[in-house]
């Protein structure tokens, strides 16, 4: 599987660390450099393969059009500025999205699904697992071995039939990070639809003996799905 490789490039600290942790939450991408200085990240692209760059425009040492002419259509790009003026010009080159900040993780998801389709089919073909940090510790869930996601506060809690992992995330995140057979089926549950056994007025059997609730605004899209 070829995950798409990108690179941050902005002048502010706080922008590099925030779009981070979004491409963290994605598996098709793999961050493999990010900067504050434009003329750091020149050097970085001539030695290394990269296929996707997040651009801030407005940098005081090399803006992020003259970035985009130097490099050229090497590689595609989405561009980042708190300056909505800027996006005329910045779509003569290779851009794929134009962010405008303040960036949500929403906006931001929209961005990659464009990403995928300008991308060769090898690379954006779905991934089958993603990282999650819990208890201190990274680790692996492939996306088949998740029955249910549940929300509890400020937490999700991924459910597979061996083990539990609580993160500090949002349900709508996640379900922005899973594949197309989970769907939400309550205000609080994300439910693997692989794994359901039977469907009840208020509830859900699955494979695995668990049960989990379904709520009423959400039973006839799930329903539609299983068809």
């Known amino acids: 599987m070829k995950k798409i490789k990108c690179i941050i490039v902005d002048d502010e600290p706080l922008a590099v660390a925030l779009l981070g942790s979004y491409v963290e939450k994605i598996p ?7 900067s504050e200085n434009p003329v750091e990240a020149l050097e970085f692209i001539q030695r290394n393969e990269v296929d996707l760059v997040f651009l801030d425009i407005q940098m005081p040492e090399l803006n992020g059009i003259n970035f985009m002419k130097i490099v050229s259509d090497k590689m595609k790009y989405i561009l980042t500025t708190a300056y909505s003026e800027y996006a005329l010009e910045g779509y003569e080159h290779n851009v794929v999205d134009y962010l405008l900040k303040p960036i949500s993780f929403g906006r931001f998801n929209q961005s990659i699904l464009k990403v995928q389709e300008r991308f060769p089919l ?34 999700v809690n991924i459910k597979t039939e061996t083990q539990e992992y609580i993160v500090l995330d949002t349900l709508k995140s996640l379900e922005n990070q899973l594949p197309a057979n989970f769907t939400r089926i309550h205000k609080s549950f994300i439910l693997n639809l692989n794994e359901i056994k039977s469907v009840g007025s208020k509830k859900i059997i699955l494979n695995s003996g668990h049960e989990v609730p379904i709520g009423d605004m959400y039973k006839s899209n799930m329903l539609e799905k299983l068809k």
């Open 28 to 34: 098709l991408l793999d961050l493999v450099f990010s």
């Open 122 to 155: 090898d690379a954006a073909k779905e991934v089958s697992h993603f990282f999650v940090k819990s208890s201190g510790q990274k680790h692996r869930i492939n996306f088949d071995e998740i029955l249910y996601v549940e929300s509890i506060k400020d937490y």
